[in-house]
């Protein structure tokens, strides 16, 4: 195994899962990427028409929305690789749907193994927003490392 790709989301512990990754890859003497995947923006400004008395919500129009938050994301990544203070260390973020990005880039980036932390969500947020942790466990051609993280 010479490639560890480990998906980072926004939860206060990904740390924990940053660095169960890198001591795998450092372990299996592999590169590291830190991938943050972020939400494709169209749909949230999506224009409903009126139902039932209720106007549809709109976040209005502002295309710098998108730019920004991929550059937050950018500075997320470099943040948690300064870290670990290993300049091979590489980060990248991409948008889209979160399982099917975090298992496109692993094959575009020929990942080894992924790594990921799997949150103790609630039921009624899974049946809202799918588990992305099984999704990718479900439909990924190479293994996958899971780090348990409960929610604080």
């Known amino acids: ?17 940053v660095k169960a990754g890198y001591d795998l890859a450092k372990t299996l003497n592999a590169k590291v990427c830190l ?19 209720y106007d549809s919500i709109s976040m209005g129009s502002n295309m710098n929305i998108h730019k920004d938050l991929l550059e937050v994301s950018d500075n997320y990544l470099t ?13 990248h973020t991409e948008d889209g749907e979160t399982s099917d990005t975090i298992l ?14 799997t949150h103790s969500h609630s039921v009624l947020e899974k049946l809202l927003m799918g588990n992305v942790a099984k999704k990718v466990l479900e439909h990924s051609h190479i293994p996958i490392y899971m780090v348990p993280i409960k929610n604080t």
Do not use: C, R
């Open 104 to 117: 496109d880039y692993a094959k575009k980036w020929n990942a080894n193994i992924i790594v990921m932390g």
């Open 35 to 53: 991938l943050h995947v972020v939400m494709e923006f169209g749909y949230y400004n999506t224009q409903y028409p009126t139902f039932m008395g």
């Open 79 to 91: 943040k948690i690789s300064g870290y670990l203070e290993d300049p091979q260390v590489e980060t």
């Open 1 to 17: 195994m010479k490639k560890v790709l480990i998906a980072v989301d926004y939860h206060p512990n990904a740390t924990k899962v």
